[in-house]
C-alpha cells in the first residue's frame, strides 16, 4: 500500500513538472531565456553529456599515439642516415681546407658585386636550422647592400627559398630545390657549382651553410671566394694572397689563369662540403626535434588518461548514486 502511494505521489510529481514546462509563465521563459544567454549550452549527443566527453577524450589519444609512433620512426630513420652522411661530411673538409691554407678568407673585403648562396633544405621537421642560415642570409645581404654595390641571393634549397620571397623576391638570381633527393655526390655539386659561375656576374661569393658539430649542436659558417680579378687586386695588395707569388708555376700558365682555376675549383669544393654539413646538420636537428615530439606525445599521453581515467570515474560515481537514490525512494 505504501509502495502504491509512493508512485501516486511521483507520477502527480512528474505530470506537474510536466504542465510547467509546456506552459511556462512569462516570468519563468524570460529567466530562462537570460540563463540560456549568459551560459554557453554544451552540444549534447543522444547519449548524453558525459558519453560524449570520453569519446572525445578516447579519440584524442587514439590520435596522440599515432602522432608518437610516426615521430619515432622519424628519429630513427634520421638516425640511420645520419651516420653515413657524416663519415663523408669530414672526409670533404679536406678538399676546400687547403685553399683557406693557401688562399686565406676575406670575407670582410669590400666589393661591388656580392653574391649570397645561401644553403638549406628541402623539407621541414628539422627545428631551426633554416631559420638560422636565412637570419644570417638576411644580415649579410643588408651589410653589403648600399648605393654602389650589388648584393643577389642563390639559394639551394625549398625552405630558404620560401622564407627569402617574402622580402627578397627581386634580389633573388637563382633558386636551386631537390638538391637532397639523390645521395649528394662531388659531380653533381661541380655541374651545379658550373651552372652558378656561368649564370651569375660577382666579385666575390659568400657560401651560409650549417657545419654539423654534434647532433645537438650546429654553427653557421660562411666561406667567401673572390673572383680571379679581385683575388688578382688582393693578391698584388699584399696579404695573404701575396704569398701566391712565392709559388713557381708550371705548365706556362699565366697567374690570372692560374687564380680562374682556383676559384672555380675551390668553390665546387665548398659547396660540395657546404651541402654535406648541411644536410648532415638537418638529419642531427631532426633526430633533436623528433625525440622531443616523441617525448611531448607521452607526457600529452599521460594528462589526457589521466582526464579519462577521472571523467570515467566520475560517470560511473553520478550513475551510482542515481540508481542508490532510485532504491532509496522505492523503499521509501
Known amino acids: 500500500m505504501a509502495m502504491a502511494l ?5 507520477e502527480g510529481r512528474r505530470r506537474i ?33 558525459r558519453s560524449i566527453s570520453t569519446q572525445v ?18 628519429k630513427m630513420v634520421a638516425a640511420s642516415k645520419l651516420r653515413a652522411v657524416q663519415i663523408r661530411t669530414e672526409n670533404s673538409r679536406g678538399l676546400w681546407e687547403p685553399f683557406t691554407a693557401l688562399l686565406g678568407d676575406a670575407p670582410s673585403v669590400d666589393v661591388k658585386k656580392n653574391v649570397i648562396v645561401s644553403i638549406t633544405s628541402d623539407k621541414g621537421l628539422c627545428g631551426g636550422i633554416n631559420s638560422t642560415s636565412v637570419k644570417v642570409s638576411r644580415a649579410l645581404h643588408k651589410l653589403t647592400s648600399g648605393p654602389e654595390k650589388e648584393s643577389k641571393y642563390v639559394i639551394l634549397g625549398e625552405k630558404g627559398k620560401v622564407q627569402l620571397v617574402r622580402d627578397s623576391r627581386n634580389s633573388i638570381e637563382m633558386t636551386v630545390t631537390e638538391l637532397q633527393k639523390n645521395p649528394i655526390n662531388y659531380t653533381q655539386i661541380a655541374v651545379l657549382a658550373d651552372d ?3 649564370n651569375v656576374e660577382y666579385d666575390a661569393l659568400r657560401v651560409i651553410f650549417n657545419k654539423f658539430h654534434s647532433v645537438i649542436s650546429f654553427k653557421p659558417t660562411m666561406v667567401t671566394i673572390l673572383s680571379p680579378e679581385v683575388a688578382e687586386k688582393e693578391s698584388e695588395a699584399g696579404g695573404k694572397m701575396g704569398n701566391l707569388d712565392s709559388y713557381e708555376i708550371e705548365g706556362g700558365e699565366t697567374k690570372s689563369e692560374i687564380l680562374q682555376n682556383l676559384a672555380e675549383f675551390q668553390f665546387s669544393c665548398v659547396l660540395y662540403n657546404g651541402a654535406l654539413e648541411n644536410a648532415c646538420s638537418e638529419l642531427g636537428a631532426r633526430m633533436s626535434a623528433m625525440d622531443s615530439s616523441s617525448r611531448n606525445a607521452g607526457d600529452m599521453l599521460d594528462r589526457l588518461t589521466l582526464t579519462y581515467n577521472r571523467t570515467r570515474q566520475a560517470s560511473i560515481t553520478t550513475e551510482l548514486i542515481e540508481i542508490i537514490s532510485g532504491a532509496s525512494a522505492l523503499e521509501g
Open 17 to 49: 513538472l510536466s504542465a510547467t514546462v509546456t506552459n511556462p509563465s512569462p516570468v519563468a521563459a524570460s529567466a530562462a531565456a537570460v540563463r540560456s544567454s549568459a551560459v554557453p549550452q554544451p552540444e549534447l549527443a543522444p547519449l548524453g553529456l
Open 6 to 10: 509512493a508512485a501516486l505521489r511521483r
Open 57 to 74: 577524450v578516447r579519440n584524442r589519444m587514439k590520435s596522440v599515439k599515432n602522432i608518437q609512433k610516426i615521430t619515432k620512426a622519424m
Open 196 to 198: 652558378i659561375l656561368k
